[in-house]
């Protein structure tokens, strides 16, 4: 499930970061930034805010749907003890923060659509 949240490059083996990082400069605009901590968000830039509204609400989903997942799994498993109940605690924080972090990114397009309509 963490993939589909971030992608962490310094959290990979060297030779995959450097494989990588060669493989994201072949399509990348030459002079294109990006943090290498969530390079998951670094297309962003390329789409329009409307592109990027449509996108980040369906990761919005995807985030809600997660969390479902993990309340109904949670629910389902019996014991699995003191460490299995800390990486669902961990994988639900991350989930939460992921989702707080979308309402606030998606609200914020929003608001910025509706004040380019307005000065029309």
């Not at 369906?58 to 949670?74: C, G, K, Y």
Request: aromatic fraction near 8%; include cysteine; hydrophobic fraction near 40%.
């Amino acid at each position: 499930m963490w993939q589909t949240i971030c992608l962490c490059l310094p959290t990979m083996p060297e030779s995959e970061r450097l494989r990588f990082l060669n493989l994201y400069g072949q399509f990348a605009h030459p002079h294109q930034e990006f943090n290498e901590v969530d390079l998951g968000l670094a297309f962003l830039s390329h789409l329009t805010p409307a592109e990027a509204l449509t996108v980040l609400q369906e990761r919005q989903n995807l985030i809600e749907r997660s969390q479902e997942w993990l309340s109904t799994h949670a629910q389902q498993s019996h014991g699995g003890g003191l460490l299995n109940l800390l990486i669902q605690d961990h994988t639900y924080t991350l989930l939460e923060a992921e989702h707080r972090w979308l309402e606030g990114a998606v609200r914020r397009l929003r608001s910025s659509a509706t004040m380019e309509l307005n000065s029309r």
